[in-house]
Every structure is written in C-alpha cells, then in structure tokens.
C-alpha cells in the first residue's frame, strides 16, 4: 500500500499557504488578531479543498496535443480579445451580438480537463458540456461567441466536429 501520509500532508499545506495569501491579499491592515483569523479559515478552508479534490478525482486525460495547444492559447487569446472589442465597440453602436452553441468531438489523445480549460480560457469559448462516449473521443458542447473555429479548436478537436 503507497504511503499516503507525506502526499496528504503536502496538499493540505498547498492548499494552505495559496487560501492564505488570498487572504492576505484582501486585509487592511495586517494585526496578529487578523493573522490568526487567516491562518485559522485558511486552515479549515484547506482541509474542505483537500476533501472535495478527494472526492472529485479529477483527472487531467491523456496529453496528446498538449504542447500545441499551449502553443496555440496565448495567439488564440489574443486575437479573440481583439475580436471582443470589436464586438463592444458594435455593441455600443446598438448591434447586437449573440454567440452559439456547437458541439464538436475532442481528438483522440486529448484530455477533456486541460482542454476544456484552455477553450473557456479564451473570450470567444465557454465549454458548458462534456458528453463521454464509450471508447470514443468526448463531445464537447461549447458556447462559442464568433463563428467559425479558433485556432485552438482546430488543435483540439476533430474537423467535421460531432
């Protein structure tokens, strides 16, 4: 049996020191009374994180077309933030602008957690559903604001879609 002890011990203290600096962050006045008060709720916070992230298991998938596709993000990202402030500057003109849902299939290889996440990392993305097929590639339903594909869709997903 793998020792679990240290790997808990570990977590418990990420999650510590990162809802602590959160918290040291956004205090006014940094007293003893307030350290304590911090290092207390982060300490409870920590312990309800490691419980959930126990409890999800979430797993990363497999990592073909990692690298391109963090290759790919920051481009994607800024050419769909160019293209939000157009769609602002329309907006306050009186053009109204309305996204669409498409769903597309995820290549083989690719781990919808990472790649959903850089998908609703962009403007132009926001994956609302991960549909798990038997032994194929998921399908992933995005609310997609621009039409066409991004660059990062291109990497990620099959062409002809679901």
Excluded: K, N
Aim: with cysteine.
């Amino acid at each position: 049996m793998p020792r679990t002890g240290p790997r808990v011990l570990v977590e418990l203290l990420s999650w510590w020191a990162l809802l602590f600096a959160l918290y040291l962050v956004f205090i006014s006045t940094v007293s003893v009374l307030e350290l304590a008060v911090g290092a207390g709720g982060s300490g409870l916070a920590a312990v309800g994180a490691w419980a959930v992230h126990r409890a999800a298991r979430p797993v990363a998938g497999p990592a073909a077309q990692c690298g391109a596709a963090l290759w790919t993000w920051p481009g994607t990202l800024v050419v769909e933030t160019v293209r939000l402030a157009g769609l602002t500057v329309a907006a306050l003109r009186g053009r109204d602008a309305a996204g669409r849902f498409r769903t597309v299939r995820l290549r083989p290889g690719v781990g919808a957690a990472w790649a959903c996440a850089l998908v609703s990392g962009t403007p132009g993305g926001c994956v609302v559903e991960v549909e798990g097929t038997d032994g194929a590639p998921p399908l992933v339903r995005i609310h997609a604001l621009f039409p066409g594909r991004s660059r990062l869709e291109d990497v990620l997903t099959e062409e002809d879609g679901a």
